[in-house]
Nanobody
């Protein structure tokens, strides 16, 4: 399927870990990039991490560097976000998205457009 389908997430205490997944395939182009975003109530959507499929990790937000890891399994067509040392500030709805590589576009060098976004996964971290 082209539209990403997310899984994982849930609730955890501060200091804990979670992994969220995003499965999708069938994009109409080969220069694919994928990323994770999050949005907490009352806040703007924030870019969390992004990578180029088959290439390097492109971006981590400063707030998650050293704690979160983005990866992609090409055999499973699945994008992952491993989240460690979680804090209540990480609580948000997390979205994955796929787009076309476009290096001038900040911060991930990816043009996500509107078509390839996951349904969202709630992550709640309690103190």
């Amino acid at each position: 399927q082209v539209k990403p389908v997310q899984s994982g997430g849930g609730s955890v205490q501060a200091g804990g870990s979670l992994r969220i997944s995003c499965t999708a395939s069938g994009y109409p182009h080969s220069d694919v990039c994928m990323g994770w975003f999050r949005q907490a109530p009352g806040n703007e959507r924030e870019a969390v991490a992004g990578l180029y499929i088959g290439g390097r990790v492109r971006y981590y937000a400063d707030s998650v560097k050293g704690r979160f890891t983005i990866s992609h399994d090409s055999a499973k067509n699945t994008l992952y976000l491993q989240m460690n040392s979680l804090t209540p500030e990480d609580s948000a709805m997390y979205y994955c998205a796929a787009g076309r590589i476009a290096p001038p576009i900040d911060p991930m060098g990816c043009d996500f457009g509107r078509d390839y976004w996951g349904q969202g996964t709630q992550v709640t971290v309690s103190s």
